[in-house]
Structure formats: structure tokens, C-alpha cells
């Protein structure tokens, strides 16, 4: 069973930047794609990013592309999300998630077979 605990929200201003990480419990972290995903009150989850196995493939929301950067680094069972240029309409509560391919965790939260509990951002204008 994947374990998957993410760390790095907090409050920062408008255009500010934060890294998030998640960190994965299994000794197989690289065969899973990774992903991300937020989500604000009285809303569905919203898919914001996901990577490959082996990072050679990325996905992105058109509202993050730009701004937001995945990364993993299968040597440390840790993905990450760079987020830059922040807007308060990036405020949220931010998870991961773990699925067979980065596509299919874009496509269908159904293909999801692990998450996070999440961590808050907060973006002040």
C-alpha cells in the first residue's frame, strides 16, 4: 500500500512562490505516475499536474501552465510541485495522488489508487 504525505503549504503573498513535496511510503515509488490536485470549498477536486514514472512526461491545468513546475526524484520516493507566480485564486487545499500513468491520473480521478491528506496554500493579496 502507498503511504503518500505531502509537506510545504503555508500562507505567502500574491506572486510569491512555494514548493510542495510528497513523500511516498513503498519501495516501488517509481512505477507509479504522480499527481496533483486542489481543492477549495463547496468544489470538485481539480486536477493541477502529473508526471510519468520516469518524469519524461508531464501534464498541466491550462490555469497553473507556466507558473507551476512537477518534478520527482524516484531516489527519494518524492514528487514535487514548484509553484511560482502564485494568485489568490490558488488558494487551496493541495493534494497527491498516486495512479498507473500520468494520463490517466489527468483524465479520471478514478484511476487514482492512492491520496494524500493534503496540505493548505494560502495566497493573500
Known amino acids: 500500500q502507498v503511504q503518500l504525505v505531502e509537506s510545504g503549504g503555508g500562507l505567502v503573498q500574491a506572486g510569491g512562490s512555494l514548493r510542495l513535496s510528497c513523500a511516498a511510503s513503498?519501495?516501488?515509488?517509481?512505477?507509479?505516475?504522480m499527481g496533483w490536485f486542489r481543492q477549495t470549498p463547496g468544489k470538485e477536486r481539480e486536477f493541477v499536474a502529473a508526471?510519468?514514472?520516469?518524469?519524461?512526461?508531464?501534464y498541466y491545468a491550462d490555469s497553473v501552465k507556466g507558473r507551476f513546475t512537477v518534478s520527482r526524484d524516484n531516489a527519494k520516493n518524492t514528487v514535487y510541485l514548484q509553484m511560482s507566480s502564485l494568485k489568490p485564486e490558488d488558494t487551496a487545499v493541495y493534494y497527491c495522488?498516486?495512479?498507473?500513468?500520468?494520463?490517466?491520473?489527468?483524465?479520471?480521478?478514478?484511476?487514482?489508487?492512492?491520496w494524500g491528506q493534503g496540505t493548505q496554500v494560502t495566497v493573500s493579496s
Open positions: 495522488a498516486a495512479g498507473p500513468s500520468a494520463l490517466a491520473i489527468k483524465m479520471n480521478r478514478a484511476f487514482i489508487s492512492r
Open positions: 508526471i510519468s514514472w520516469s518524469g519524461s512526461r508531464k
Open positions: 513503498v519501495r516501488t515509488f517509481s512505477s507509479y505516475a
